[in-house]
């Protein structure tokens, strides 16, 4: 079992930057990637980016490249996702993913940009 707890969320407003973290415990040893995913009110949950745990390979969704950059710490078993010129439709609530042999989720941090 991995554990994920989340931090960093909150009201920004357009243009602005927020960073947030997720730090694991558990069997840390055993996570393969870790991420970011995304859900807006009545849409469905979207990937955002994810970072591979040992070579730090990076990925990120179209919609947010040039703009988020997702990093770890793996002596602090976090992962972080600084989030810049932030758009009122990056609204959403961010959760965090860990990948072992299983998919395991934070409770998610509610991100809201004003216009």
């Known amino acids: 079992q991995v554990q994920l707890v989340e931090s960093g969320g909150g009201l920004v407003q357009a243009g602005g930057s927020l960073r947030l973290s997720c730090a694991a415990s558990?069997?840390?040893?055993?996570?393969?990637?870790m991420g970011w995913f995304r859900q807006a009110p009545g849409k469905e949950r979207e990937f955002v980016a994810r970072?591979?745990?040992?070579?730090?390979?990076?990925f990120y969704a179209d919609f947010v490249k040039g703009r988020f950059t997702i990093s770890k710490d793996n002596a602090k078993n976090t992962v972080y996702l600084q989030m810049n010129s932030l758009k009122p439709e990056d609204t959403a609530v961010y959760y965090c993913?860990?990948?072992?042999?299983?998919?395991?989720w934070g409770q998610g941090t509610q991100v809201t940009v004003s216009s």
């Open positions: 558990g069997r840390t040893f055993s996570i393969y990637t």
């Open positions: 993913n860990a990948r072992t042999a299983m998919n395991f």
């Open positions: 970072i591979t745990w040992s070579g730090g390979s990076t």
